[in-house]
């Protein structure tokens, strides 16, 4: 089973300035909007006077959470910054391997919700939202073997019983043949070390893209908000003056596709 996300876990998945507007909303309703409202018993003014009280120690607590929020934000932007290939994913620990994988997946466009009380091995790491799909992710930060079929039986149970939209397993090194067969004929993506690679290093450019998906229509469609795609030509980074599929809904939507 998917453990259900905590309270804390919500906060923590907030962004930090949406941490810092609910200090702001929290002191001010506490401090000045309950002291000012009529009750009628005196258990409930009782209780109104005591959360005024309280009302700076629980702003802080979100401005605790905002600074948390900020800190992973940023340690998770330099993973990306600092990643280089296969050995640079085996140097990383399990708990950073994770946090690579989970915000490659959100710079795609995905939401994305953190399993934090998982182990190394425990089950579900990440679980993706986009256009109303929900993908269960593995990751499997192992040094000295290949990622074996069990692990991919495994994520189908969980997807199976969740009825989720599909899975991935992500890996730091390499799949057996047999677990390749397997995802393959379930329809699950398999991610080694090289192709998570392939995935970050258009993130670590301002003129991100994201993979190319061949299509039979004369029509390409935005991978986001499915709506038709335009030419476009990068104006900064290493592929500044190169050309890209770039959404019409621009700025309001920023899906971009490779050209072959």
């Not at 085996?90 to 989970?102: A, Q």
């Not at 379930?186 to 998570?196: A, S, V």
Request: charged share 20%.
């Amino acid at each position: 089973m998917v453990r259900n996300k905590t309270l804390v876990d919500e906060l923590l998945s907030l962004p930090w300035w949406l941490n810092l507007i609910l200090a702001a909303i929290a002191y001010v309703t506490l401090k000045y909007g309950l002291p000012n409202t009529n009750f009628s018993t005196s258990t409930f003014k009782a209780l109104s006077n005591a959360f005024s009280s309280m009302a700076g120690i629980i702003a802080m607590l979100f401005v605790l959470f905002a600074c948390v929020s900020a800190f992973n934000s940023w340690r998770k932007g330099e993973l990306i910054k600092r990643h280089t290939g296969v050995t640079s994913s085996k140097n990383l620990t399990w708990r950073e391997f994770e946090y690579l994988v989970s915000e490659t997946y959100r710079r795609q466009g995905y939401q994305v919700s953190e399993n934090s009380s998982a182990g190394p091995d425990g089950g579900i790491d990440l679980i993706l939202k986009k256009n109303n799909d929900t993908v269960f992710v593995q990751c499997k930060h192992w040094q000295s073997k290949n990622v074996g079929v069990g692990v991919i039986r495994e994520l189908l149970g969980v997807i199976t019983a969740e009825k989720a939209t599909g899975g991935i397993v992500v890996c730091s090194g390499e799949f057996t043949a047999e677990a390749r067969v397997f995802a393959k004929a379930n329809n699950i993506e398999l991610i080694n070390g090289e192709k998570l690679y392939n995935l970050i290093k258009p993130l670590q450019t301002n003129a991100a893209y994201t993979p190319h998906i061949k299509t039979a229509s004369t029509e390409i469609y935005c991978p986001v908000c499915k709506s038709p795609m335009v030419l476009r030509q990068a104006k900064r980074g290493p592929n500044a003056g190169g050309n890209f599929l770039g959404c019409k809904r621009f700025p309001q939507c920023r899906g971009t596709r490779q050209i072959e």
